[in-house]
C-alpha cells in the first residue's frame, strides 16, 4: 500500500489530493500565506484543543505551541513556521507536500498521537500560496506500538555544546527510563532565566553565552552530589530530575542568583523554577507540563523564586483555555467595549486628556476583570484582536463625537509588545486615522516599558515612524525595571507615565517609593519630557505630587474610568475642559535636593541652612539621640553632652512627654509632612527651655524606629508671650501695634488689658481690628472724625490723641480715649504703636 500510494504520489498529486480528501481525518485547515490567515474547513468539535477556528495563521502558529507537545514543538515548528513553510514544502520530495506524527492536545488535556500530512500549491489543486493541512488520530496504533521507542534523537551528539548537559529529546528519553523505574520523593524542575534576551543585549552574546555554559556547570555538579540528571532545552530554559528537597532547591537558585550577579546584572535578571514533586511512574511530558505550570506562576512575582505545582494551577489553564473559546464569541457579540478615564491638569482640576481602557461584559451582565483577561490573552497571543478592535470603537466614537459638533480631546490606547511584533503599528494608526478622518495628534500611543527593554531598537524605529505620522507616544509603567536615563535618550517619547504604586507601599517601603518618584522626576527634567502620575487616589498624595512640581495625574482622586456617554456628558460641559494639552513646564520649581552638592557646599554651610538637626532611635517607650550636628551640640550646650544621649524622654517636662510620644506616632502615619509641636525640655543648668520641634520618621531597623528632627529655641518668644499675657490681666490699657508692609496695613495686639470692657479676648480684639469690623462699633457721630483724623495723621506720620465712644460686646457703651505713637525706626515695620484706655481713667 505505502509504495502503490508513494507511486500515486509521484505520478498524479491531483490523485493523491482526492484521495486525502476522501479519507477520514479530524481536522482539515486551509492556509493561505500570501495574506496570513487561515480557517478550519472540517473540525471535530470537543476533540482537540482548538480556541480558533480562522483568523491570523501567525497567531493560530503562536498559539499551537500550546497545543503540541513540548517534545515535538522543534520539529513542528521546523516545518509549519509561517516564515519557512513556503520554501520547506517547496524542497520537499515529492515537492509541495509533506508529513510528520506529533501529539495534539486533546481539550481534555490529554496528548493524542495525530499524523498531520500536508498539501500546497497548484499541483494539488490549490491556488499559489495555499495549503491544506490534514490531521489524522493515530494514537491507536501509536498505542499498539509503545513498546517501541517513541522519538529518536536523530543526533550524534547527546550533548549540548555550551552547557555540556543533555539535549532536550535526550534529556526526556533518559529522564522516562529513570521513572519508569519507580522514584520515590523525587521531583521534576523547569529552570528560566527570566528577561535572558535582554541579558545578552545589555551585556553582549559572549557573557551570555559563558552564563549559560556557568549554569550548566552548576547542574552538572547537582548530579554528581545529587544523583540528579539535567538537561538544556534550548535558549534560557533547563530541566531537572532531582530528589525533592525544597532546601536544596533553594540552595540552587541562591547558586543561580550568584552566578548572575557575578557578571554585574542587574537585580531584574533572575533564575525561576517551576517544581513538580511526584511518586511512582508518571509520563514525564506529563511532569514537564506541571513544573512549567507552576514555572509561570513565579513569573508573576519577584518576591518567590521558586514555586511548587500544585493541582489546581492545571485547573486555571482550562480556564485559559475555554476563556479564549469566549473571548472570540465575546468579539463577535459586541461584548467587548472602552470605558475612558481622564487625565487632569493637577492645578485646575480639568481634563486634558484621557485613556482608553477595554473591558468585558458578559450577555447575563456579569463583568471580566480585565486583570484577569488581558494577561491571558497576552500569554497565548490573542491581545492583539482585542487592541486592534477597541482601537477601531474608539476611533468610529471620536468620528461620531466631532460629527455632533464638539470639539475633540486626546485620547491614548494601549498597544502591547505583541502587538509591535505581530502588525504593522505605524501603519495601523495611520489607516484608523486616514478611514475616519481623526486628526493624528488626537490619537496618543501608550507603549509600556518592558516593551523597549524587550527590543529597543526595533521599538525605537516604530516608536519613531509613529511620531513622523503626528502620532504622540507615552512610555507607560515607567520605573517598573527597566527605565533609565540613556534609554529615555536612545528613544524619543512625548511623554511618559509614573504609577502611583510608588506612593502605596507599607511604611517599610514608603520612604523608598517616595524616593523614586522624585527621582524619576529629576530626571525627566534633565529630558523636558511631561509626567503623568496615574493611579492617584488620595488628596495627600494629590499634594505632595504638586509638591514635587507634578503638573498632571490620572486616577480615582478624580475621575474613574467611565463609560464613553458618561465621559460625553463632562466633555460637554467646556469649564472642565482643558484643550492646551500635555506639555513640558520649561520653568519648573526649583528643589532643594538639585543643590545639595558637596562641591558647593560645606558642612559649616549646610549646618548653618539645617540649624539644630538630630536622628533619634526608639525603641518601645525609650528614645535615644544616636547622630547630631555642631548646631545641635551648641544648642543643648552641655559640657558632658553624653549624659543627654540616652533616654532623652527623661529630659523632657512630665506634662509634655505624653505629646512628644505622640509627636513620634504621628511622625509614622503622615511620612510626608512630618509633625510640628512644641515641648519643654530641662537645661543642663536646670532650667526649662521651650522649643519647637519638627519630626520625620525615616525607616525600621532592627526593631528600632529612627526618626528625623529639626529644633528651634523658642524659650525668649514663650516667655515674652506669656508677659504679654500677664501684663494683660494687671494693665488696664490694650497696647495694639500698627504695622504696614507693602502698602497693606496689619495690627497685632500685644496688650488687652481692656478685655474686661470690651468683652472680646486678644485674639477677637485683633481679628476685628484688621477685618475693620471694630470700627463698626465707634458710636456714629465719632466715627467720621475718628476715621479722618486718622488718615490724615497717618499720611503725615505725626502723633495724635483723639476721644471716643463705642459699643462693646455686650452691647453696652464706653467711652475711651485713644493714643497713638509715630514710630521711626528702619530695624521695624511697626509704624504706630496705638493704646487704648477708660476715659475715666484719663
Known amino acids: ?102 501529539r495534539y492536545k486533546l481539550l481534555s488535556g490529554e496528548w493524542s498521537w495525530s499524523k ?29 506500538e509503545s513498546g517501541k521507542i517513541a522519538y529518536a534523537p536523530g543526533i550524534q551528539d547527546s550533548l549540548d555544546a555550551r552547557t555540556r548537559l543533555l539535549r532536550e529529546r535526550i534529556f526526556l528519553v533518559q529522564a522516562q527510563k529513570r521513572i519508569d523505574t519507580g522514584l520515590s520523593g523525587w521531583s521534576f524542575l523547569m529552570i528560566d532565566l527570566e528577561h535572558f534576551r535582554l541579558f545578552n543585549d545589555w551585556y553582549g552574546r559572549s557573557t551570555g553565552d559563558l552564563l549559560l555554559a556557568e549554569i550548566g556547570a552548576c547542574l552538572a555538579g547537582r548530579e554528581e552530589r545529587d544523583g540528579a540528571l539535567c538537561g538544556y532545552l534550548g535558549q534560557d530554559n533547563f530541566a531537572m530530575l532531582a530528589p525533592y528537597d525544597l532546601d536544596a532547591i533553594n540552595a540552587l537558585t541562591g547558586e543561580l542568583q550568584q552566578l548572575i550577579a557575578s557578571h554585574g546584572a542587574a537585580l531584574g535578571f533572575l533564575p525561576s523554577v517551576g517544581v513538580r514533586p511526584f511518586e511512582g511512574k508518571p509520563q514525564v511530558l506529563d511532569l514537564l507540563d506541571d513544573a512549567s505550570l507552576a514555572l509561570r506562576e513565579v513569573k508573576r512575582s519577584y518576591q518567590t523564586r521558586v514555586c511548587v505545582f500544585q493541582p489546581e494551577m492545571r485547573g486555571k489553564s482550562e480556564e485559559s483555555y475555554r476563556m479564549l473559546l469566549d473571548f472570540q464569541d465575546a468579539i463577535r457579540n459586541g461584548e467587548i467595549f472602552f470605558c475612558l478615564q481622564p487625565q487632569c491638569r493637577i492645578s485646575s482640576h480639568r481634563i486634558v486628556g484621557a485613556e482608553c481602557l477595554a473591558r468585558w461584559r458578559k450577555p447575563n451582565g456579569e463583568m471580566v476583570p480585565p486583570n484577569v483577561f488581558i494577561p491571558v490573552l497576552e500569554q497565548y497571543g490573542f491581545v492583539t484582536d482585542l487592541d486592534t478592535y477597541v482601537w477601531d470603537q474608539v476611533c468610529q466614537w471620536m468620528r461620531r463625537w466631532m460629527d455632533a459638533g464638539h470639539r475633540p480631546i486626546p485620547i491614548s490606547v494601549n498597544v502591547s509588545p505583541l502587538d509591535m511584533f505581530s502588525i504593522n503599528v505605524p501603519a495601523h494608526f495611520k489607516a484608523l486615522s486616514e478611514k475616519y478622518g481623526i486628526p493624528a495628534g488626537m490619537l496618543k500611543v501608550e507603549v509600556t516599558e518592558s516593551a523597549y527593554a524587550s527590543d529597543a531598537e526595533r521599538i525605537s524605529q516604530i516608536v519613531s515612524e509613529l511620531r513622523r505620522e503626528g502620532f504622540a507616544v507615552l512610555m507607560d509603567d515607567f520605573g517598573s525595571g527597566y527605565s533609565s536615563l540613556n534609554m529615555l535618550r536612545d528613544i524619543s517619547v512625548d511623554a511618559i507615565k509614573l504609577d502611583a504604586r510608588f506612593l502605596q507601599l507599607d511604611a517599610m517601603d514608603s520612604e523608598k517609593g517616595i524616593r523614586i518618584i522624585e527621582s524619576v522626576f529629576n530626571m525627566t527634567k534633565t529630558m523636558a519630557i511631561p509626567v503623568i502620575v496615574e493611579g492617584v487616589e488620595t488628596a495627600e498624595q494629590t499634594n505632595y505630587l504638586a509638591d514635587l512640581g507634578c503638573r498632571y495625574i490620572q486616577g480615582f482622586r478624580f475621575y474613574r474610568p467611565m463609560p464613553a456617554a458618561d465621559f460625553e456628558a463632562l466633555a460637554g460641559d467646556g469649564g472642565n475642559m482643558d484643550y492646551s494639552g500635555i506639555s513640558f513646564k520649561a520653568n519648573e520649581e526649583l528643589h532643594v535636593r538639585e543643590f545639595m552638592d558637596a562641591n558647593i557646599y560645606s558642612d559649616v554651610m549646610l549646618n548653618n541652612i539645617l540649624g539644630p538637626v538630630a536622628f533619634y532611635s526608639r525603641v518601645g517607650g525609650n528614645v535615644d539621640i544616636i547622630r547630631f550636628n555642631e548646631r545641635f551640640y551648641q544648642l ?59 519630626i520625620y520618621f525615616m525607616e525600621t531597623v532592627k526593631g528600632e524606629r529612627h526618626y528625623y528632627c529639626s529644633l528651634q529655641d523658642i ?49 477677637e480684639f485683633e481679628a476685628e481690628l484688621n477685618s475693620l469690623a471694630f470700627m463698626g462699633r465707634v458710636v456714629e457721630e465719632d466715627r467720621a472724625n475718628l476715621r479722618c483724623l486718622s488718615v490724615s495723621t497717618a499720611t503725615e506720620g505725626r502723633d495724635f490723641q483723639f476721644p471716643f465712644r463705642l459699643k462693646n460686646a455686650r452691647d453696652e457703651v464706653v467711652s475711651l480715649y485713644l493714643k497713638t505713637d509715630y514710630v521711626h525706626d528702619e530695624n521695624t515695620d511697626v509704624e504706630y504703636i496705638i493704646s487704648i484706655r477708660r476715659r475715666e481713667a484719663v
Open 1 to 102: 500500500m505505502a509504495s502503490s500510494l508513494l507511486d500515486v504520489l509521484k505520478s498524479n498529486p491531483l490523485a493523491y489530493a482526492e484521495y486525502l480528501n476522501q479519507l477520514s481525518f479530524d481536522e482539515r485547515i486551509e492556509i493561505d500565506l500570501n495574506s496570513n490567515t487561515c480557517v478550519n474547513l472540517d473540525h471535530v468539535a470537543g476533540k482537540y484543543h482548538v480556541p480558533l477556528l480562522s483568523g491570523s495563521y501567525a497567531e493560530v502558529f503562536r498559539f499551537s505551541r500550546n497545543m503540541v507537545h513540548p517534545a515535538d514543538w522543534a520539529d513542528y515548528a521546523a516545518l509549519t513556521a509561517p516564515d519557512v513553510m513556503r520554501a520547506r514544502l517547496e524542497q520537499s520530495d515529492p515537492p509541495g507536500t509533506a508529513s510528520m506524527e506529533l
Open 636 to 694: 543643648v550646650d552641655a559640657e558632658d553632652f553624653t549624659e543627654r544621649i540616652c533616654h532623652i524622654q527623661n529630659y523632657i517636662h512630665p506634662s509634655d512627654r505624653d505629646r512628644f510620644f505622640s509627636m513620634l506616632d504621628r511622625a509614622e502615619t503622615d511620612r510626608l509632612n512630618g509633625v510640628s509641636d512644641m515641648v519643654s525640655v530641662y537645661r543642663p543648668d536646670g532650667s526649662l527651655g521651650r522649643y519647637m520641634l519638627h
Open 715 to 763: 524659650t525668649e518668644v514663650t516667655a515674652l508671650q506669656g508677659q504679654m499675657r500677664l501684663l494683660s490681666r494687671f494693665s488696664s490699657d490694650s497696647i495694639i501695634f500698627m504695622r504696614s508692609r507693602s502698602g497693606h496695613v496689619s495690627f497685632q495686639v500685644a496688650v488687652n488689658g481692656l478685655q474686661e470692657v470690651l468683652g472680646l479676648s486678644t485674639a
Open 116 to 144: 498531520l500530512t500536508i498539501i500546497s500549491g497548484p499541483r494539488y489543486g490549490l491556488p499559489e500560496g495555499v495549503v491544506h493541512f490534514f490531521i489524522f488520530d493515530i494514537n491507536n496504533r501509536k498505542t499498539r
